[in-house]
């Protein structure tokens, strides 16, 4: 019945052809082309990430998940870091973030979407996710407000893909300072995921829209905007396609041009 439903919903020859890919051991540059694994945006923003790491002569990446919950995204970030690695080269360091516990008490505060989300929304079993990750996949449990500052002090290499799925104002606002803290490593452009802005509650005044908002209007060097380029694809009507972005370092472009253009003379 679900099949049939979503015959009705999208074009057959597009549900024909991800099926086909999917069972196929095709490149994981046509998974990516053709949307063919389960969460096809973290595959676009990782498979984006490194190809920008190679084309800057980086051989080591960060990818991150904010709000990790159960574990289905990590578990998936890690599989396609695995495929990635294997086709571009690029070493992929799998990380995620999560309170361990849920969510935090949102207090009332509108900007935090009390209408939507509670304390202790999205718990997690440490325990069986832990047993399922990899080795090079790193578990980071605790308040962003603190742990994302220690991750940067210690970052030993930059940032190229984020998930971001912590549906808070204040802790997506807290997360986003990995693009603005001094010791921050990141590509000249990093791309995100915002899971949470196309729900009916979500406007620019709350949630994960006013803490993109804030971080533009407070920083200079960094900017978070549309990843314009995705229109281009050839599913370019899912909705996962409006959640990318890409967090543009305008200081190191500069700096990059500059060198270039050094170079030249």
Same mark, same amino acid.
């Given at each position: 019945?679900?099949?049939?439903?979503?015959?009705?919903?999208?074009?057959?020859?597009?549900?024909?052809?991800?099926?086909?890919?999917?069972?196929?051991?095709?490149?994981?540059?046509?998974?990516?082309?053709?949307?063919?694994?389960?969460?096809?945006?973290?595959?676009?923003?990782?498979?984006?990430?490194?190809?920008?790491?190679?084309?800057?002569?980086?051989?080591?990446?960060?990818?991150?998940?904010?709000?990790?919950?159960?574990?289905?995204?990590?578990?998936?970030?890690?599989?396609?870091?695995?495929?990635? $690695?294997?086709?571009?080269?690029?070493?992929?360091?799998?990380?995620?973030?999560?309170?361990?516990?849920?969510?935090?008490?949102?207090?009332?505060?509108?900007?935090?979407?009390?209408?939507?989300?509670?304390?202790?929304?999205?718990?997690?079993? $440490?325990?069986?996710?832990?047993?399922?990750?990899?080795?090079?996949?790193k578990?980071?449990?605790?308040?962003?407000?603190?742990?994302?500052?220690?991750?940067?002090?210690?970052?030993?290499?930059?940032?190229?893909?984020?998930?971001?799925?912590?549906?808070?104002?204040?802790?997506?606002?807290?997360?986003?300072?990995?693009?603005?803290?001094?010791?921050?490593?990141?590509?000249?452009?990093?791309?995100?995921?915002?899971?949470?802005?196309?729900?009916?509650?979500?406007?620019?005044?709350?949630?994960?829209?006013?803490?993109?908002?804030?971080?533009?209007?407070?920083?200079?060097?960094?900017?978070?905007?549309?990843?314009?380029?995705?229109?281009?694809?050839?599913?370019?009507?899912?909705?996962w396609?409006?959640?990318?972005?890409?967090?543009?370092?305008?200081?190191a472009?500069?700096?990059?041009?500059?060198?270039?253009?050094?170079?030249?003379?």
């Amino acid at each position: 019945m679900g099949f049939l439903l979503r015959l009705l919903e999208e074009q057959p020859f597009r549900l024909l052809v991800r099926t086909m890919v999917k069972r196929l051991p095709l490149s994981v540059r046509t998974h990516e082309r053709w949307d063919a694994v389960d969460r096809p945006h973290y595959l676009c923003g990782i498979l984006a990430a490194a190809d920008m790491a190679k084309t800057s002569g980086i051989d080591s990446i960060y990818i991150a998940e904010f709000g990790v919950a159960r574990g289905s995204g990590l578990l998936r970030m890690q599989e396609y870091a695995q495929m990635v $690695e294997r086709e571009t080269g690029i070493n992929l360091k799998v990380v995620g973030f999560d309170s361990g516990f849920g969510l935090p008490p949102t207090k009332g505060d509108y900007r935090e979407h009390p209408d939507k989300w509670a304390r202790g929304d999205y718990p997690m079993d $440490e325990g069986w996710l832990r047993a399922r990750l990899l080795p090079s996949t790193k578990l980071i449990l605790g308040d962003v407000r603190l742990t994302v500052p220690e991750f940067v002090q210690r970052q030993r290499y930059p940032l190229g893909f984020v998930a971001m799925d912590l549906d808070l104002y204040s802790s997506t606002k807290c997360a986003l300072d990995i693009f603005r803290l001094p010791n921050r490593q990141m590509l000249r452009r990093v791309f995100v995921y915002f899971d949470d802005i196309f729900l009916p509650e979500n406007h620019r005044f709350a949630g994960e829209r006013l803490a993109i908002e804030e971080f533009n209007l407070e920083n200079q060097n960094v900017k978070i905007d549309r990843w314009y380029s995705l229109c281009d694809r050839i599913f370019r009507d899912y909705r996962w396609v409006q959640q990318m972005y890409v967090a543009h370092d305008l200081a190191a472009i500069e700096s990059h041009c500059a060198g270039r253009e050094m170079q030249q003379l």
